[in-house]
């Protein structure tokens, strides 16, 4: 996803901005709000502060870094009481009402990050009621609740329930599941040069155009991964689009193979904006080397990683907080990528630099942002008999996510 991307909470222009390709970002404006304690970065929060705080957390959990306590819990404190995130809430202590824009982006974005974090279950679990009590009947998510569904909202709220533990696949609307909602959205095999790329939503005729925004994000949602992606073992590219069938990971190696070929000349996405020339698209080229490594494509990635390691300084530099985020997560998924040598830069430091002071490794732990500590009323069994479940859910949960990533892994060999 973009760094731009959240600045559609404005309803009126979100498909616009939403289709649009992010470019180099100009010098900041100055905030119209305050900055609150506990927010990443300085530039104005109204249309970003979730997204960019979320992708910030989820950054730092990447490589291993604790973002401070007040960092997680500024992000519980921006959630609304249906379980819902605004792109930002000035006065989070006032309650929600009709005004408030709550989208389907910044909530998943938000319980990626919590769920990551592991400090804010409770805000996770409302969220994730809330996405499914706003799904479309098609299975997919539009950018607000009730919109046309579209590849990136989709893909981003995939993330979030795959994180939270929930069984996508299962979760259907009137039959349909997340995953019919993005197939709906691929160019078909027997498209051109296009041919396996996704569309944001279909125009006002239904036709699809490419957009690559929207096709990395839903690589990344057809594999089941977060906005981190993972690094997959390397996997041979597939030859040219293949009709998918149902299967999901086969839609995804279609449109990273178009991303693959929009890459290849350049090492890099262009945009082309109305009325100015075409530049390069540090934020998409970031987002499709993600998609291309958490495929296991690592040659297809390695020109355009070499690309954005020598061209990303100024970019990430005036963009923030979630440029450097998107810069971590090449960094961790792409092959021969380092985190605290990306051209030259330690991205860890970079980041860590725009936020709180992250919790250093003796620091004791607050048991959750949004949790109050239980008393123990019933004596000490309670403890050990609660204490020998929560091991076994942990045991079954970590041996599930082995052995799915076995089966995505074993079907790429």
Partial sequence: MNVRRSAAALA???????????????PSPAPSTAIPAGLYGTADPTYDGVWRQSL??????????????KA?????????????????????????DAKVMVDTNSTAAAVQALASDGRGDSAVAKAVTWLKSVQNRDGGWGYSPGGASDANSTSVVIGALTEAGVPVPNLRKDGASPYDALRKLALPCDG??????FAYQPDKKGRLAANAD??????????????????????????????????????????????????????????????????????????AIVALSSLGLHEQAAKPLRWLETHS????????????????FVATTAKGADVHDFGGQDLVALLD????????????????????????????????????????????????VLIARSRKRGRRT
């Fill in 12 to 26: 009126t222009v979100v498909t616009v901005l939403a289709a649009a390709p992010a470019v180099a970002a100009g």
């Fill in 56 to 69: 910030a957390l989820l950054a730092q959990d990447a490589v291993g870094v604790e973002p401070a306590e």
């Fill in 72 to 96: 997680v819990a500024w992000l519980v404190g921006q959630q609304c009481a249906d379980g819902a995130f605004a792109a930002f809430r000035a006065d989070p202590a006032k309650a929600c």
């Fill in 192 to 197: 051109g040069a296009d041919a396996g790329a």
């Fill in 214 to 287: 929207a096709t990395a994000a839903a690589v990344l949602g057809l594999s089941g991964e977060s906005l981190t992606g993972s690094r997959q073992d390397t996997a041979d590219a597939p030859a040219s689009c293949e009709k998918s069938g149902d299967d999901p990971l086969r839609v995804a190696d279609n449109g990273a193979a178009w991303l693959a070929r929009a890459m290849a000349k350049t090492g890099h996405l262009t945009t082309a904006l109305p009325g100015a020339a075409p530049q390069p698209d540090y934020g998409n080229t970031a987002d």
């Fill in 313 to 328: 300084t100024s970019w990430a530099a005036r963009s923030g907080p979630a440029a450097y985020a998107q810069l971590v």
């Fill in 353 to 400: 630099a725009t936020g709180p002071t992250p919790r250093a490794t003796d620091e004791p732990r607050s048991s959750g942002a949004d949790e109050k500590s239980a008393s123990d009323d019933n004596g000490g069994s309670l403890n050990v008999t609660w204490t020998i479940v929560g091991a076994l859910l942990l045991v079954a949960i970590v041996a599930a």
